[in-house]
């Protein structure tokens, strides 16, 4: 089901895409260059998922171990602290994803795909940031022994999905507004899903992240993701500037709020030890 999830959005605007083509009097290869720049804002979509897999690394054995003692107290801290970060390192991503769209797609691909992609991408990484921390709510269910609860709500994710590119990107006229749609029914499915698995897990473990980490998270990406979209049009070099300038924006921002302190310090550095530690040796 999660395979499915992370390939259904892309499969159905190559698909609608290349209907789109046909109507408009074009080969079904005129969507090449559609699906390849929506395929290129997913590479950049996808970095938060990929950062927060270190997080279930941590969270997984400890949850299952609280569960298994049967300790209430050490079960919700750990689900409170495992998604608080999450919500922390997911905006630290999607904050510079998502306000320097077209400048990072310019890095690394070529200009008909950054031109048009960048706008799609600005909305995109904000529902793969809400993917990112569903799979923390997914793998906290999972610890707690809720496994079918949490494939159920992954099936939700994916129908949702479908069911919304269906509603919004077939029978759109080719061009770039079928990246637009596609991302917009991508990000509502996965945004829904999220809320759907936080409540679930709310009603299994009593928590799941601090109302007001949730709301100081969100005003900071907020803040950010402005800053980002009105910095002058810089080259590659100074995208890797902004890029780094944001980031110190939005840490900036939840120290002043009061969100971050030494001790996130601390819980940062252990999860990427964990990340970096080789595998041993067989």
Request: hydrophobic share 55%; aromatic share 6%.
């Amino acid at each position: 089901l999660l395979n499915l999830l992370l390939q259904a959005d892309l499969t159905l605007l190559r698909a609608f895409a290349a209907e789109s083509a046909k109507v408009a009097g074009l080969g079904p290869e005129a969507a090449d260059p559609l699906v390849g720049a929506y395929r290129a804002t997913q590479l950049f979509c996808f970095l938060p998922y990929q950062l927060l897999i270190a997080v279930t690394f941590i969270l997984f054995p400890m949850l299952a171990t609280a569960h298994r003692d049967g300790d209430r107290d050490a079960v919700k801290r750990y689900v409170s602290a495992g998604v608080r970060l999450a919500l922390v390192l997911m905006g630290l991503m999607v904050s510079v994803t998502s306000g320097l769209s077209g400048p990072l797609l310019r890095l690394v691909f070529p200009a008909e795909a950054a031109e048009l992609g960048a706008r799609s991408m600005q909305l995109l990484s904000l529902g793969f940031g809400a993917f990112a921390v569903f799979g923390i709510l997914t793998t906290a269910l999972n610890s707690l022994k809720r496994e079918v609860a949490s494939m159920a709500i992954t099936a939700v994710a994916f129908s949702l999905v479908v069911v919304l590119c269906f509603l919004r990107v077939r029978g759109t006229d080719f061009g770039a507004e079928l990246l637009w749609h596609t991302a917009t029914a991508t990000t509502s499915g996965l945004a829904l899903a999220t809320l759907g698995a936080g409540v679930l897990l709310h009603r299994t473990a009593g928590t799941v992240a601090p109302a007001a980490t949730i709301v100081r998270v969100l005003v900071a990406m907020a803040l950010t993701i402005t800053v980002g979209r009105f910095l002058p049009h810089p080259g590659k070099l100074m995208t890797l500037v902004y890029s780094a300038g944001l980031g110190v924006i939005y840490v900036g921002l939840l120290l002043i709020t009061r969100e971050l302190g030494s001790a996130d310090l601390a819980t940062v550095k252990a999860v990427l030890a964990r990340k970096a530690r080789p595998a041993p040796a067989k």
